[in-house]
């Protein structure tokens, strides 16, 4: 099965004057496709092992993967960085289900509507627009932990065209 490969540079600032780096690779799975009938017409939901949906409501539920690191409690994080050598096309055409809001379990009405960003859908553009994001720096039992959200799919809505970031070896 092909892999994915991503490096994950997390670079910070120490103390004042020096820099320093944090470097991590992952190795993601060929995404699995499953069809779904949600709405009005057939979609798709991507997924690979240790990854987790999207849930912008209304947006393409894409997988991404979260890793988080221990750094020095007197860091201050500057950027984030991923290096990916090249995009590769999945064959086909895909519609991407949509995040919907969360089912409650107290027995309470919701709205059944399907929700669905029209505007984000009939764009051109790759979806998400943003590679890696920092979800969380922060201090937790004394530690200074940053967590890092890693996209390595993108979707284009228009043309329903999935692109997977990969190595070139």
Do not use: W
Not at 18 to 37: D, K, N
Not at 54 to 62: D, S, V, W
Not at 78 to 84: A, F, R
Not at 129 to 151: F, N, W
């Amino acid at each position: 099965m092909k892999k994915l490969c991503l490096l994950a540079g997390l670079l910070y600032y120490i103390s004042g004057s020096a820099f320093a780096q944090i470097t991590g690779s992952i190795r993601i799975e060929e995404p699995e496709v499953e069809v779904s009938e949600s709405g009005y017409e057939p979609y798709v939901s991507l997924s690979f092992p240790g990854s987790q949906p999207m849930a912008e409501i209304g947006c393409p539920q894409l997988p991404y993967v979260t890793r988080s690191y221990v750094i020095p409690v007197d860091a201050r994080v500057t950027g984030v960085q991923v290096v990916h050598l090249s995009k590769r096309l999945f064959p086909g055409y895909y519609r991407i289900v949509p995040a919907q809001p969360p089912v409650p379990t107290n027995n309470v009405e919701i709205s059944p509507d399907f929700q669905l960003n029209d505007s984000l859908y009939a764009s051109s553009g790759e979806y998400p627009g943003e590679r890696v994001r920092i979800l969380y720096d922060g201090y937790d039992q004394g530690y200074h932990i940053v967590t890092v959200g890693i996209y390595p799919v993108e979707y284009r809505p228009a043309s329903r065209e999935v692109l997977q970031k990969a190595c070139r070896r």
